[in-house]
């Protein structure tokens, strides 16, 4: 099967402006995440979603950050505006079940 | 969250077994154990699960103690692909998995 899709691979911005990520998850997998991991630390949970409903967004920094899933399949994250303590790569995973979860390869942000 | 404890890193040669130890000593019964790794530049990969008994699968076996407190990663033959943060997390079914540190595990040629 397909993996998690994430785009872009990479991405940089000057601190202030705004940038969005976007993930197409394995076909049929109902639960979708997007977490955050910066340098040298384990990924943090940001967001989750069950079909196109919010499960889960106490992590997310709702002032600047926000999420959502386009019809239960692609969904999209934006930060506006991107702070320099943004730098990091987010991370998309889809899960069918809740156990074993698939996760994309990140985009990497680098604000500057 | 429940919380885990694992080494920062570890150290093993090639084609020797690895045994990965993972502390949960606040461990809740209907807590499963998920462990998952991390290549470099890649996203984390699911390895292996278990709840009470001990699980094999292809790729590597999760060893729980009896009261369950802790387990023990355990990839019988260690290639240089397997190098890669190892992450032991706690979760009840399907819930968000919370990451923690996990250990860095280096193979040697």
């Known amino acids: 099967e397909a993996g998690v899709a994430q785009s872009p691979r990479y991405k940089i911005i000057e601190k202030r402006q705004s940038v969005a990520f976007w993930c197409n998850p394995i076909?049929?997998?109902?639960?979708l995440y997007w977490y955050q991991q910066i340098l040298g630390q384990g990924p943090k949970l940001l967001i989750q979603f069950q079909n196109n409903g919010v499960v889960d967004d106490s992590q997310l920094p709702k002032d600047r950050f926000s999420a959502e899933r386009l019809k239960g399949v692609d969904s999209t994250l934006k930060i506006q505006p991107a702070k320099l303590e943004d730098s990091a790569v987010y991370l998309c995973a889809s899960s069918l079940t809740g156990i074993g979860y698939t996760f994309g390869s990140g985009t990497r942000l680098t604000v500057v | 969250d429940a919380k885990t404890t694992q080494p920062n890193s570890m150290e093993s040669n090639e084609e020797e077994p690895v045994h990965l130890p993972c502390n949960h000593s606040?461990?809740?019964?209907?807590?499963?154990i998920h462990w998952y790794r991390q290549l470099p530049s890649q996203g984390p990969e699911y390895v292996i699960h278990?709840?009470?008994s001990n699980v094999n699968n292809r790729m590597a076996s999760l060893a729980i103690a009896e009261d369950r407190k802790s387990s023990t990663l355990i990839l019988h033959r260690a290639t240089l692909r397997d190098a890669a943060v190892y992450y032991c997390i706690l979760g009840e079914g399907a819930q968000k998995l919370v990451f923690g540190q996990g250990t860095r595990l280096t193979i040697n040629p």
């Open positions: 278990g709840l009470t």
């Open positions: 076909s049929g997998h109902a639960t």
């Open positions: 606040t461990i809740s019964g209907t807590d499963y």
